[in-house]
């Protein structure tokens, strides 16, 4: 193991799902994944949680793509983790945009070359409306409470009349569809994210 690279360590475990090729990998950037958290958290249990969460959820995916350098890619990835946590602390919530630009991270590493799509944004916005209006009634209604108007469980509950675990399973539900509906709407989903995340920091 000693002798492949980054990246074929990375494309070797996420087709095998051996947890020493994601070991290998861990102790060659646990220092520099440590560090951006150490940054960003400024305690070191916190931040070491944040390392290991962050390895723990590699498990869990499988790029659409192979990840073409794990450096950059381990370090937006850790960055954002150590964001969405902060904001959840200081607020009680996370956006959308930070889950979904998250996940979106984690499975296609080509979101880090985004061009500058600047002057499209309020194009863009509409389109994301859009594809939140395309969601079911339920899942509709439980992400813009969840996310856009940062609501509770239990008030999201005693406003819709359902249970806490229909409410978890309408944000979950919600989320995935709405990232797969970007997801094939082409480039451009990338961008929006990339927007939505800006305009609801």
């Known amino acids: 193991m000693s002798k492949l690279k980054d ?16 070991g290998e990998l861990f102790l060659r950037h646990k220092l520099m ?16 949680d944040a390392v290991m969460n962050l390895f723990e959820r590699l498990f869990d995916i499988q790029p659409k793509a192979p990840v073409l350098q794990v450096k950059p890619w381990l370090y937006t990835l850790i960055k954002n983790s150590c964001l969405m946590e902060l904001r959840s602390k200081s607020n009680g919530n ?3 945009g930070d889950e979904l630009f998250f996940e979106s991270v984690m499975e296609n590493e080509s979101i880090l070359h985004l061009p ?4 499209k944004k309020e194009e863009i916005l509409q389109a994301m409306e859009r594809e939140l209006e395309n969601l079911n009634a339920f899942q509709k209604a439980c992400v813009r409470q969840f996310y856009l108007e940062g609501k509770s469980y239990e008030e999201i509950s005693r406003l819709n009349r359902i249970s806490l675990n229909e409410v978890k399973s309408h944000i979950q539900n919600g989320k995935r569809n709405l990232r797969i509906r970007l997801q094939e709407s082409g480039n451009g989903w990338m961008i929006a994210f990339l927007i939505w995340i800006s305009s609801h920091a």
């Open 94 to 96: 996370v956006s959308l």
């Open 7 to 22: 990246e074929e360590l990375l494309s070797d475990f996420f087709e095998r799902r051996d947890k020493r090729l994601l």
């Open 116 to 119: 500058d799509e600047g002057n």
């Open 33 to 48: 994944v440590f560090s951006v958290a150490m940054k960003y958290l400024k305690h070191q249990e916190q931040a070491e």
